[in-house]
């Protein structure tokens, strides 16, 4: 399966690299390709560049994971043409995952209306302004709605990530995983919400 993670400058690192680290880890399953809107370098908010390739209307896979930090703010506001190539590229995926902030960068696109959303840890004035008929879940770590799934922060995005790959793959593959990372998770929790 491809997992495609869609990057851009000031992204959070821990957001995009923790389901980097859970599916990187499986080749046999899964093949992890960073993409950006001008696929060059691109740098997080904590300072890790990395090489990304050109997301493009013709970017698909099963995977599409879109980070939070400060420069999702900067992308609503700025680039109008993101919108309409992010929700392509999101009807073109099986899954749409999205951490932080970058729920509300997805909300953008058209995507999440009348859906359930993990709330974002954001001032309540941004989470207003991007969330109109988008049903935010308070109290959630995170949410499942259909294929489109969002987490509040990185831990959070940890047990999400581990719920998808048991989901794909094998309950016991995930709690492997988990185990290997040296993560406590329990498949179990009702933190996430399914529809």
Partial sequence: MKVNLFLFDDFDTMDAFVPAEV?????????????SVKGDFVTSL?????????????TAGDILVIPGG?????????????????????????????????TLLMAQTGILYRRRICDCPLDKNWNRMFTAAIYRTSGARWVAD??????SNPLAGMDMCLSILADLTDLK?????????????????????YR
């Avoid at 599916?23 to 993409?35: A, D, I, R, T």
């Avoid at 680039?79 to 190539?85: A, G, Q, T, W, Y």
């Fill in 70 to 102: 400060k420069g999702a703010r900067r992308l609503i506001r700025d680039d109008e043409n993101l919108c309409r190539l992010l929700k392509k590229a999101a009807d073109q995926h099986s899954f749409c995952v999205m951490l932080g902030s970058g």
């Fill in 146 to 151: 259909g294929k489109n799934y969002s987490a």
């Fill in 23 to 35: 599916f990187g880890k499986l080749p046999e399953y899964f093949h992890v390709e960073y993409c």
């Fill in 46 to 58: 904590q300072g890790v560049k990395v090489w990304t390739d050109y997301l493009d209307e013709q």
């Fill in 173 to 193: 593959i995930a709690e492997t995983m988990a185990e290997e990372l040296g993560y406590q998770w329990d498949p179990d929790e009702e933190d996430g919400i």
